[in-house]
């Protein structure tokens, strides 16, 4: 698996994550661009844990049941 594979799935958890949490602050009432710098800041916080943890994962080669139920394919 290539870098273009890990920037995909970052971008594809980084990009979900930054829209609810926008649209949390949105739902406040009271946007401000900090508001938004902070969802920002937080999306690529997160996808940058969830992309770590699934890296180590894969060069490690453990056993993830809960991961191996995800990428099963119909």
Do not use: H
């Not at 290539?2 to 930054?18: Q, S």
């Not at 949390?24 to 937080?42: C, F, R």
């Not at 490690?60 to 394919?73: E, F, G, H, V, Y």
Request: proline letters at 4%.
């Amino acid at each position: 698996m290539g870098a273009a594979y890990w920037i995909k799935r970052y971008l594809l958890a980084a990009v979900p994550l930054f829209a609810i949490l926008a649209g949390v602050e949105y739902a406040k009432g009271t946007p401000t661009q900090a508001d938004i710098l902070s969802a920002a800041a937080w999306a690529v916080v997160a996808a940058g844990v969830f992309i770590g943890s699934q890296y180590r994962r894969y060069r490690k080669n453990l056993a993830c049941s809960a991961c191996d139920m995800l990428n099963k394919r119909p």
